[in-house]
């Protein structure tokens, strides 16, 4: 099944704009994906740019990306040392088609045991879910751009300008990078992180906080997001039985010639609503609620790769320590080893300052966006239910009155 | 000759009883705290006693109009402020009394018929068009509410059973009194069911199954009652026994039966034993036995009339897809139950989360969501029952009851088989005197001849009572469509009243969390 798609421009797609607010105001960058391309599961991006630096070399102007251009540009920000003090932006996932492929390949081997209406409605349902993952996924690749162009130094990276600018193919440079870091440092860091965090000696009250409170949250988030994610397939899967219930009941209905024949049409009829409400529910709880668990717990897992890098320049300096205290037992190398040292600790320091600052504009951020998204997702609560609640009166009456 | 008194006219004709749905008497009891239903266990109490009302009402109309006019009631599971909500809702509901527009004040004379003048009435009247009997049993009502409630479990261990009290309230004079009430157990009624079945579908009637035997459900209960599998296993049986008997007594033949009256009445009631055989299954090989054998015949009936033929593939029809609807329905509810596990788990990690967030505000609001998710996991949870109990039992309850309408269709196949059969004995007995003419043997010729004679009666008789099934057969698929009809609109209505009491509660819920979510700086 081939799924052609171009994400509309305009004010519909504010609403999906939610996870990450206060982006994107500063006219000097302004970075948008005002569409998308879907082609055989693959998506290709529109990046879109606007600004008035100088750095640039037209005022606006557009390019064509994939995914894989996004997670190289990730990688070199997280590989670049200067950056190590900073929550580099959460990479954003790839585009996972997989669950709406699968049904709708489950559907059409199914499709002989259903009424054509039936069928209908479960492919709209489908295609709708396979709009829903497109949109999301354009919305995450874009939010990761306006992190970045919002950030004051990672929105002047050299790279970034590239990833924005370069009107040719980026896969030339994604192997070089590849070959130059094979992605060791992230490895790296990964790797060693549990022994890390838990044998460093914590100097600094704010990071021992931090330290605990973002490991802490971060189990929590994660299993947060995992349940919403069920709690939304549910929702789902009662959308799709009120279309089978509506498609059976209108088939006993169209065989009956008894005065019960417009009961169960009017039943009918009210499932088909049902679900559309109870379709837009999930999607809803998806976006507001599910989307918003999901991003953060990525953002705080960036988080925890600045403690984690922090903690390795501590280790670090706490080694260089130990070298310099030999090199002076020995009478050896000692200039190198006070070089070194220093060095050490204008690093720890450094990542110490900026890490802070990052942390702490973290917090709010998170707060503003949580706050966001828990309003709408209320108002929309209310919204489907009192649609949802005049559904029933109105087909009471109709039951009565005939 | 059982014939000749076909001719005499019935006092009144054929009837049909009202507001067959299944909870049109409250029961007068509920202030009887039953340790089983003392949990608020949404499943039972918010839908299957909708209209439990807390005093005796006066009579039964004034006590059944008051309930359809107050939908704010009819799920049990309400609170006093969601009045205010209903305001709008209630006055377009309460132009509704489902079942109540039927009911008429009964006549003295009604409960003086004897059960086979009843049946042989429509011969009688010979009513020559459907919309003259659809016209004579819109005419009648019968006034006998029954009710079966307080289950409880008498005995212990594996010989332990669960007895349910049947109330019946009635102005019938063939009554011992106006109210009375007596202890009945699932064998009991399975064994009603039994002595219908011999005597009245003979007579083409559409007689109402009861529940199914359920082994599983009833070791389970066995063992111990409390659980809540095993108190959804009493409430579903409990209600399903409830309108089983409602359907019998508003069947106007059966209502008149003594074994019915028996079962209502009598103090003890023998033990039925042939019950064994009967569970769902059992059920289901008995009919289609039936229509196996019927299908064997060899001399195929050649239907003069097309409304039997057609009126059988339309029931056949009706019953597969409304199985289907059923398995749906089934899904349906399971979804529901796995949202609501769902809710509740999401709701408590949203609680830890709360906990874990630095920021206070937010950390409130966090645990004000996880507060609203536990109450949406209790509305999800009283939807599912509602789902079940409501929607998923009246289409099982049909597709049984199509069944049973099968059954009535074969029972005249096996009239008319009985009359072909009595019309190729009478030939051959034709034949054998016509050789005994030729043969000249004089004394067995009389023999012959009386044989004739017999077994032409016969054929008068069998021709008689074929034509009599299929009136009733034809009278009885009228009344049920009909009570279909209403049974439906009631079940549906009832079902829609409390999907929108969910949703108005769902509103106020999230309504309380907007500010708190406001709230976070």
């Given at each position: ?30 970075i ?52 190590a ?32 209406d ?26 990761f751009?306006q ?33 130059m ?58 959308a ?22 417009k ?15 109870e ?24 988080a ?34 006070e070089?070194h ?57 109709l039951?009565?009155?005939? | ?28 009891d ?63 509901l ?11 004040e ?61 109330s ?65 296993f ?5 209600a ?9 007594v508003s ?13 209502l ?5 023998p ?62 509810v ?108 004089p ?18 008789q ?39 009491q ?20």
């Amino acid at each position: 099944y081939t799924f052609k798609s171009v994400v509309p421009h305009g004010n519909s797609r504010d609403t999906m704009r939610s996870v990450s607010v206060d982006l994107n105001h500063d006219a000097s960058l302004l970075i948008d994906i005002p569409d998308a391309l879907c082609e055989r599961d693959k998506v290709k991006f529109t990046v879109h740019t606007k600004t008035t630096l100088s750095s640039f070399q037209k005022p606006e102007f557009s390019v064509p990306r994939q995914h894989e251009d996004f997670i190289w540009l990730h990688d070199t920000l997280v590989e670049t040392e200067d950056y190590a003090g900073l929550i580099i932006p959460p990479a954003p996932p790839k585009p996972d088609f997989e669950s709406p492929r699968e049904k709708m390949h489950k559907l059409g081997e199914g499709e002989a045991t259903m009424t054509k209406d039936e069928y209908t409605k479960m492919k709209q349902e489908l295609e709708a879910e396979y709009l829903a993952v497109f949109k999301k996924t354009v919305q995450v690749h874009e939010v990761f751009l306006q992190r970045l162009s919002s950030h004051p130094t990672l929105s002047k990276d050299r790279n970034f300008q590239i990833f924005l600018e370069y009107d040719q193919d980026l896969s030339v440079r994604r192997k070089n990078a590849k070959e130059m870091f094979g992605g060791f440092f992230k490895n790296m860091v990964k790797s060693a992180d549990e022994v890390l965090i838990s044998g460093i000696k914590e100097v600094d009250d704010f990071f021992e906080q931090e330290k605990t409170f973002l490991l802490d949250y971060y189990s929590k988030i994660k299993d947060s997001t995992a349940k919403a994610e069920k709690m939304t397939r549910a929702h789902k899967n009662i959308a799709d039985d009120y279309i089978h219930v509506s498609a059976t009941l209108n088939s006993l209905s169209a065989d009956d010639s008894t005065a019960n024949k417009k009961h169960l049409e009017k039943l009918a009829d009210l499932f088909e609503k049902l679900r559309k409400v109870e379709g837009r529910v999930a999607s809803d709880q998806e976006l507001k609620l599910t989307e918003l668990l999901r991003y953060y717990m990525r953002d705080i897992q960036a988080a925890k790769d600045l403690l984690y890098r922090r903690a390795r320049a501590l280790a670090d300096y706490e080694n260089s320590n130990k070298a310099l205290d030999k090199a002076r037992l020995k009478s050896k190398d000692i200039p190198q080893a006070e070089e070194h040292q220093q060095h050490c600790l204008q690093k720890f320091d450094k990542l110490s300052e900026s890490g802070k600052k990052e942390l702490t504009s973290f917090k709010g951020r998170r707060v503003v966006a949580f706050r966001k998204n828990l309003i709408e997702m209320a108002e929309l609560e209310i919204k489907h239910a009192k649609v949802s609640s005049t559904l029933q009166p109105t087909c009471v009456r109709l039951f009565v009155y005939s | 000759m059982a014939a000749s008194s076909d001719r005499n006219p019935p006092p009144f004709p054929a009837t049909e009883e009202p507001g067959a749905g299944p909870s049109d008497m409250a029961d007068g009891d509920s202030d009887e705290g039953e340790d089983i239903f003392s949990n608020p266990v949404a499943v039972s109490r918010g839908v299957s006693q909708p209209d439990r009302v807390n005093e005796e009402p006066p009579d039964l109309f004034s006590e059944e109009e008051e309930a359809s006019s107050t939908p704010a009631k009819s799920n049990g599971v309400h609170s006093d402020e969601d009045n205010d909500l209903f305001a709008e809702a209630h006055v377009e509901l309460s132009t509704d009394k489902p079942g109540s527009s039927d009911r008429k004040e009964l006549s003295s004379s009604s409960g003086l018929r004897p059960a086979s003048s009843f049946t042989q009435s429509p011969a009688a009247m010979q009513p020559t068009s459907l919309e003259q009997l659809e016209e004579d049993e819109a005419k009648d009502s019968f006034d006998v509410d029954v009710a079966v409630t307080n289950p409880e479990k008498v005995g212990d261990g594996m010989n332990a059973y669960v007895a349910y009290k049947v109330s019946t309230r009635t102005s019938l004079p063939m009554f011992r009194s106006k109210a009375f009430t007596v202890r009945r157990r699932y064998s009991d009624f399975l064994g009603l069911y039994e002595k219908l079945s011999v005597k009245q579908s003979l007579l083409g009637c559409i007689i109402p199954p009861p529940p199914e035997k359920s082994v599983v459900g009833m070791t389970k209960v066995k063992v111990g009652m409390d659980d809540p599998s095993s108190v959804e296993f009493v409430e579903r049986r409990r209600a399903a026994l409830e309108r089983y008997l409602q359907r019998v007594v508003s069947h106007p033949s059966l209502l008149q039966d003594p074994d019915v009256r028996e079962f209502l009445e009598r103090e003890e009631l023998p033990r039925a034993v042939s019950t064994q055989a009967l569970s769902g299954a059992g059920f289901l090989k008995m009919i289609n036995k039936a229509s196996d054998a019927v299908n064997k015949m060899t001399i195929k009936m050649n239907e003069s009339d097309t409304w039997f033929e057609d009126k059988f593939q339309e029931v056949e029809n009706e019953e597969q897809q409304l199985r289907k609807l059923h398995a749906l329905v089934d899904s349906l509810v399971n979804h529901r139950k796995e949202l609501c596990g769902n809710t509740a788990v999401f709701a408590k990690s949203m609680a830890m989360l709360g906990n874990s967030e630095d920021n206070t505000a937010l950390s409130r609001a966090l645990s004000q969501l996880a507060e609203v998710e536990d109450k949406m996991e209790q509305l999800h949870q009283e939807q599912a029952a509602s789902d079940f109990f409501i929607f998923e039992e009246l289409l099982a309850d049909y597709i049984r009851l199509l069944g049973a309408m099968r059954g009535c269709f074969d029972q005249r196949m096996r009239a008319w088989q009985r009359w072909q059969e009595a019309q190729s004995t009478l030939q051959k007995k034709r034949e054998a005197e016509a050789k005994l003419l030729w043969a000249n043997k004089p004394d067995k010729l009389q023999q012959a001849k009386d044989e004739i004679t017999e077994w032409e009666a016969r054929v008068t008789q069998y021709e008689r009572d074929f034509d009599r099934v299929g009136m009733t057969v034809r009278k009885e698929v009228l009344r049920f469509e009909k009570e279909k009809a209403k049974d439906f609109k009631s079940q549906i209505i009832k079902y829609l009243e409390a999907m929108l009491q969910s949703q108005q509660r769902l509103i106020k819920f999230w309504e309380a969390f907007l500010p708190e979510a406001k709230a976070i700086a």
